[in-house]
C-alpha cells in the first residue's frame, strides 16, 4: 500500500511538472480601459466613486489621461491607494500626468513606477506607446526638448507595430484639421502649449500632429488620446488625415448649482485588441454598464 501510495504521489508531481512546462497558447484579444479626470470632488484623495468600485480585473491594463485624484504625489500613501485600485506597476498600465497629479511634484510617482521621467514610450502586443506630459513648460526646457526628441526617435524608429498610441492629459489639439476646438468637447483648451523650447510657436498643430500623420502614412494607425474630458463626457473625432482622436474623463462627483447638470452619465473607453488581426477597436461605455460589457467581450474573445 505504501508503494502504490508513493506510485500516485510520483504520477501526479510529475503531471503538474508537464503540465506547467507546457506554453500557454498566445492570447487572442487583450482589453483595455481608457478614461481620465478620476478624482472624487467631494473626497480628497480618492478616486471618483463610479471608477474605483469599477473590476480591472477585467482588463489587461489601463490607460490613464490624468488627474487621477484630486493631489496624486501629494504623499505616499495616496500613490499606494491609487496602485491599489489600478495596479500602477502593471507595464500595460499607463499614465499621462494631469495638473493634479504634477502639482506636488512628479518624483514619489515616478520612483514607484521605477520611472525616470513622466514622458517615455512603450511597446507590447504590436503597440506603441508614446506617454506625454503636457504639464511641462519652457520653464523645464531640459524636459520639454527631452520629451521631444523622444517623440522624434519613436515617429522615426517605428515600423512594426500596428498603432501608435499617443497618451497625453490636456487639450492642446487646438487647429488641427478636421476637429473643432477642444472647449467643444474638454474641459479645457491648451491652443499655445510649447511642444519644445525650439520656437516660442512650436505647438501641437504645426510641430507634433505632422509628425503622427508621417507615421499614419507609413502604415501604422495613430491613435491620439487626451483625459481631461470630464465636463462633456468625452467624444471621437478622425482628423482631415485619418488619425483618430479620443478624449474621455467623467466629472458626476461635481455638485453644480445647476440643476441640469449630471444628467448624462460618465462613461469611459474599452480598448478590444487583436493582436494577430492587427486590430484595435475601441467604444464609450457608460460607467455603470463597463464591468458587464467587459465581460462579455472578453468571453466573445475567448
Known sequence: MVRLRGFYILFGLLFLLASACQEQP????????FAGHTYDWGRHGYMDPQFEKLDFSLVDGVWHGGDIISETTLELGFVKYVDRIIDLENPLTHIALGNHDARNGKRILNEFRNLDYSYYSSTAN?????????????????????????????????????????????????????????????????????????????????????????????????????GDAGWKKGMAFESSDGIDFIASGINNTYKSKDKSYGTKKDRVVVFSHRPDDRKLDWEFVEIDDVDQYLQSNRSAGE
Open 26 to 33: 498566445p492570447r487572442k484579444q487583450f482589453q483595455y480601459l
Open 126 to 226: 504590436g503597440l506603441c506607446f508614446l506617454i506625454l506630459d503636457t504639464t511641462l513648460s519652457p520653464a523645464e526646457c531640459d524636459h520639454l526638448d527631452r520629451q521631444w526628441q523622444l517623440i522624434e526617435n519613436v515617429v522615426d524608429t517605428i515600423s512594426q507595430s500596428s498603432h501608435l498610441i499617443v497618451l497625453m492629459h490636456d487639450g492642446v489639439w487646438n487647429r488641427v484639421p478636421g476637429l473643432p476646438d477642444p472647449d467643444v468637447y474638454a474641459n479645457g483648451s491648451q491652443a499655445y502649449w510649447n511642444t519644445n523650447c525650439q520656437d516660442a510657436e512650436q505647438y501641437f498643430s504645426n510641430s507634433m500632429y505632422p509628425k503622427f500623420v508621417e507615421v499614419e502614412k507609413r502604415g501604422v494607425e495613430v491613435v491620439c488620446l487626451m
